[in-house]
Nanobody, 120 residues
Framework: QVQLVESGGGLVQAGDSLRLSCAVSGRTFSRSAMAWFRQAPGKEREFVAKSGITTYYGASVKGRFTISRDNARNTVYLQMNNLKPEDTAVYYC????????????????WGQGTQVTVSS
């Protein structure tokens, strides 16, 4: 059984930093693309970042967020700096084939999400 468990969300002020973690079990982590998506109330799910054969970011977070992974710990991280109120959302990690990109449909397994709230 594949499980993805996110942690690290919370309530912060604009300009603060947070680091999200996602621990993966039941799947060959080193052969998986790992991604972060987010969804704010009333909005569509948005691609944030992915790590696989290549690493890239959504336009709204590029330069502020960094995705990294520890294959020994089967964990992917999302370091979020200079947070803005518009970053408020539920953040989900997802796992898919190594060639997966920014299309959520390519990702087979998802975590339950962790809430990030940024106050102004």
């Amino acid at each position: 059984q594949v499980q993805l468990v996110e942690s690290g969300g919370g309530l912060v002020q604009a300009g603060d930093s947070l680091r999200l973690s996602c621990a993966v079990s039941g799947r060959t982590f080193s052969r998986s693309a790992m991604a972060w998506f987010r969804q704010a109330p009333g909005k569509e799910r948005e691609f944030v970042a992915k790590s696989g054969i290549t690493t890239y970011y959504g336009a709204s977070v590029k330069g502020r967020f960094t995705i990294s992974r520890d294959n020994a710990r089967n964990t992917v991280y999302l370091q979020m700096n200079n947070l803005k109120p518009e970053d408020t959302a539920v953040y989900y990690c997802a796992a898919g084939p190594l060639v997966s990109g920014s299309d959520a449909e390519r990702y087979e397994h998802w975590g339950q999400g962790t809430q990030v709230t940024v106050s102004s």
